[in-house]
């Protein structure tokens, strides 16, 4: 059985990547999921405005941990520290995955690409993945981005008021829709939000869980 560990900055991402990895491996294949918490993170990260010394120390103590549990592969589950991600591969000897690569790999083949989060610590880590996935692509010149930080909507989802939140994102990504040809969810748990939109508008908004959960599932098929 092929085992993966999950880094989470929050608790609401958990049961999603779960169901998603299940789903991602495929019938009559099993996996089993280790998921690792933080949650003091992303208030760290916001609150200094930057990430410190801290987050980094932990998220690296995180890696290490997930190597010890016989892990298969890592898979960072938060956009704002999968640069961060990235940079603790040298610490560990098996692979770790950004759950917002492939995302921003598919976003990089757009001209006009909105980018949401309810998070300003998101935003940034996004946008710089998408452009440098452009420039890979030869499409740096071409790529335009229009950020948007959809602000409280963070708490309300962390109140449990889980229909408003859905409400509040859920229009503003509409307006954000309207003047871009897609928009990138820059956090896996903004993807609730457009789970009952028409076909045709929700292809439009790409998501990390299910293309990031795809990816490290293909590789593990192919171990």
Not at 34 to 39: A, I, M, P, R, S
Not at 86 to 108: H, K, W
Request: proline content about 4%; aromatic content about 4%; charged content about 25%.
């Amino acid at each position: 059985m092929k085992k993966i560990a999950v880094i989470h900055t929050t608790p609401v991402t958990i049961p999603t990547l779960k169901k998603l990895l299940a789903a991602a491996v495929g019938q009559g294949e099993a996996i089993e999921v280790v998921n690792l918490l933080d949650d003091s993170m992303l208030p760290e990260i916001n609150r200094e405005g930057r990430i410190t010394e801290g987050v980094k120390y932990r998220l690296n103590s995180l890696l290490l941990l997930a190597q010890t549990t016989g892990a298969d592969a890592i898979l960072c589950a938060c956009s704002s520290i999968g640069g961060l991600a990235e940079e603790g591969r040298a610490i560990v000897n098996i692979p770790v995955f950004r759950i917002d690569e492939p995302m921003a790999g598919l976003a990089a083949g757009y001209t006009r690409v909105g980018v949401a989060a309810t998070l300003q610590s998101t935003i940034f880590p996004t946008t710089a993945l998408i452009r440098r996935k452009a420039e890979e692509a030869g499409r740096a010149e071409t790529l335009v981005l229009n950020s948007l930080v959809i602000e409280n909507a963070g708490s309300l989802l962390a109140e449990g008021r889980e229909a408003e939140y859905d409400r509040m994102v859920g229009e503003k990504l509409k307006a954000l829709l309207a003047e871009n040809e897609v928009v990138v969810l820059a956090q896996a748990s903004m993807a609730r939000a457009v789970e009952n939109w028409p076909e045709e508008e929700k292809k439009r908004c790409l998501t990390s869980p299910v293309s990031g959960t795809e990816a490290v599932c293909a590789w593990l098929k192919q171990r």
